[in-house]
T-cell receptor
Framework: AQSVTQLDSQVPVFEEAPVELRCNYS??????LFWYVQYPNQGLQLLLK??????LVESINGFEAEFNKSQTSFHLRKPSVHISDTAEYFC?????????????FGTGTQLKVEL | DSGVTQTPKHLITATGQRVTLRCSPR?????VYWYQQSLDQGLQFLIQ???????AKGNILERFSAQQFPDLHSELNLSSLELGDSALYFC???????????FGQGTRLTVV
């Protein structure tokens, strides 16, 4: 069965500093990978995705993630964070089995950006 | 706005009662997913439908059931409610398997 591990439950960082949120997954088949962001009292928003092709994917607001098959990782990075990046970030993995598409989420990482 | 609509936004009910949560997917999306988010369990996948058929099942209790109707909207029915069922319930939709899911704003259920 697929699973996702986000080792860091909270990551405090100062504004304009770089950040990396770690995500590891396990699966017996090929996967699709996603990062979602959740702001307080809101639903989850898709941040970026890896379906195929280039292993480095980028979002419009400066985040990037790299799919590493050998290490089964999909870490999220940003070279310089802003106060507005404070939110909870969820890594998710999807397998396609028998036409189903179960999207499994990690436990989330709370990113807190401080001045 | 993701295009996924969930109603109601908030729901307060007593233990033992039954409630129905409704979800309208984005236009053109055939897959609907239901998730439960609570502080102690995190984001748990409940069930997925694709074009009216159940396609994947997660940690959904027997007291819970769902369906997707011909117009593709979905309902999640929760019965014999317990205090521990208090949570945020999210619906998400996607075009189909292997594509990203778009989430609604959620229904906050409080069981008292």
């Amino acid at each position: 069965a697929q699973s996702v591990t986000q080792l860091d439950s909270q990551v405090p960082v100062f504004e304009e500093a770089p950040v990396e949120l770690r995500c590891n997954y396990s699966s017996s088949v090929s996967v699709y990978l996603f990062w979602y962001v959740q702001y307080p009292n809101q639903g989850l928003q898709l941040l970026l995705k890896y379906l195929s092709g280039s292993t480095l994917v980028e979002s419009i607001n400066g985040f990037e993630a790299e799919f590493n098959k050998s290490q089964t990782s999909f870490h999220l990075r940003k070279p310089s964070v802003h106060i507005s990046d404070t939110a909870e970030y969820f890594c998710a993995v999807s397998e396609v089995r028998g036409g189903g598409n179960k999207l499994t989420f990690g436990t989330g990482t709370q990113l807190k950006v401080e001045l | 706005d993701s295009g996924v609509t969930q109603t109601p936004k908030h729901l307060i009910t007593a233990t033992g009662q039954r409630v129905t949560l409704r979800c309208s997917p984005r236009s053109g999306d055939l897959s609907v997913y239901w998730y439960q988010q609570s502080l102690d369990q995190g984001l748990q996948f409940l069930i997925q439908y694709y074009n009216g058929e159940e396609r994947a099942k997660g940690n959904i209790l027997e007291r819970f059931s769902a369906q997707q109707f011909p117009d593709l909207h979905s309902e999640l029915n929760l019965s014999s409610l317990e205090l521990g069922d208090s949570a945020l319930y999210f619906c998400a939709s996607s075009v189909g398997p292997g594509t990203e899911a778009f989430f609604g704003q959620g229904t906050r259920l409080t069981v008292v």
